[in-house]
């Protein structure tokens, strides 16, 4: 891994950070991206670029900087993301696809923005960090189970797709870990009021779900050197999807 060149999406933070972190360890030159930071921007050590996942253009001007400093990209990981709670009926379709434009959208903009220059280095990784939750349905947690889940689907079929190029796509399926995503998670609008047929149900589980929250911030923490994510199987670009639920 020594000198690849590597690009972290939601790298200020969490899971992204631990990555960047350990990246780092192994002799890579990595970029992490934020939507609160100038290009070039050092962090922690790590060389920061600005990017906002729901837009192109911003994916772009991104990119471009970083294969312009590097002139070339190695890796993508693929780990910003948005978590959303809420019934199905409840969860309005703006609500949805303010999710599905971040966790879904977002990562495919990302991937197809460094596609061209792997397919001219014949070369490259591509990492989509989802979710052991996209493997099955969560009651109130089902738009964020179905975003993971297209994640999976996605990249199961850019793996074969990209394959002619050398380029390889791995799905990373994390558990519970200790990161901020409890803290900008998204909830329905109708789901706590007293509109919502569910109510009392989804109140008793978003109490559940806060007071989870900080047990989890102080048990997993996704910085512990044991739990690291990028591992010699996700190198080697396979379907399988690598859990991870310490």
């Not at 901020?180 to 009021?193: C, D, E, F, H, P």
């Not at 047990?215 to 591992?231: E, G, P, V, W």
Request: proline share 2%.
């Amino acid at each position: 891994m020594e000198g690849k060149v590597v690009l972290v999406t939601g790298g200020s933070s969490g899971i992204g950070l631990s990555i960047c972190k350990y990246l780092l360890t192994k002799g890579c030159k990595v970029f992490g991206t934020s939507r609160k930071v100038k290009n070039g921007e050092i962090q922690k050590d790590i060389t920061m670029v600005r990017m906002d996942v729901s837009d192109r253009e911003s994916i772009k001007n991104a990119v471009d900087y970083v294969v312009q400093s590097t002139n070339r990209l190695d890796v993508l990981v693929n780990n910003a993301g948005l978590g959303m709670a809420g019934s199905i009926e409840d969860s309005s379709t703006e609500e949805i696809e303010e999710i599905f434009k971040t966790n879904v959208f977002g990562l495919l903009d990302c991937c197809r923005a460094v596609i061209p220059q792997m397919r001219k280095q014949h070369s490259g990784q591509i990492i989509n960090i989802s979710s052991i939750a996209g493997e099955f349905g969560l009651p109130f947690r089902g738009v964020y189970s179905a975003s993971k889940s297209a994640v999976d689907r996605f990249s199961e079929t850019l793996r074969m797709e990209l394959a002619q190029w050398n380029i390889h796509v791995s799905i990373m399926q994390p558990g519970d870990f200790k990161t901020n995503i409890n803290q900008t998670r998204r909830v329905a609008a109708k789901g706590l009021s007293d509109e919502s047929q569910y109510r009392e149900v989804f109140r008793k589980e978003y109490k559940v779900i806060s007071i989870f929250a900080p047990i989890l911030r102080t048990t997993n923490n996704c910085n512990d050197n044991k739990q690291n994510l990028y591992d010699d199987k996700a190198r080697r670009g396979r379907s399988e999807q690598y859990r991870e639920n310490h």
